[in-house]
């Protein structure tokens, strides 16, 4: 069973199309990436998906569960990490992940052994008691990645995940995705402006440009539609969403604010 199943998913606003008319199937176990300049759709297109926003058209299927008719049981299977900063600068780890574990209704008897089997898989067990304002950039990432998957859902989505991280911790994040993926077949989508990152974690990898799709495949097969015989991926990023004409209209203010609102609470 497919863990993702889009046909034409359609965001719009207004008159305005943020996300038109995009059809994906990604598989269980699958780390599929989605690429796109700022302002291309990429979040809105993950927040459809989490049951955040409602879609304009099309329909969307996550662990077979329909994103507008059964939002519950999808929110049920799924784990999300936005670029915002969501755990409590206040609260340790351990209150974090309590609070989350009421939430997603982890049976009372089963919530210590589950916190401390996630804060130990994500290697912040030795600080579990220690205010999260006084982690890391790296260790408010895996904190916000446990509460994701303190509920052990199939299906994990990750909105720039890297985004502020230096690269030690940087690296770190892309160990304990594929760990995910290899320990427990975690279905992961993510979005990242890293194309290191795309080609290190992603088994397919989808191109977004105003709101529509403009490539999808592999990383070898998205090179070799690049006419260059070395292409990289910043080759195959530039070949789809460059256009003199619109290229310095890409992104809002808003969204350079997100993004350097996250970098520097990482930093």
Known sequence: M???????????????????????????????????????????LIKMLTTLLPSSGGRATIAGYDIGRQPREVQRRIGYVPQALSVDGTLTGYENLLILAKLYGVPRRQRLDRIHAVLNYVGLDSVANRLVNTYSGGMIRRLEVAQATLHHPPVLFLDEPTVGLDPVARKTMWDLILQLRHDYQTTVFLTTHFMEEAEVLCDRIAMLYDGQQVAMGTVAALKATVPHPEATMDDVFIHYTRNPLTIDHQGSYRDTSTTRRTAQRLG
Not at 31 to 40: D, Q, R, S
């Open 2 to 44: 497919a863990m993702i199943d889009l046909y034409k998913l359609t965001k719009r606003f207004g008159t305005q199309s943020a996300v038109e008319s995009f059809s994906l199937i990604v598989e269980r176990g699958e780390v599929f990436g989605l690429l796109g300049p700022n302002g291309a759709g990429k979040s809105t």
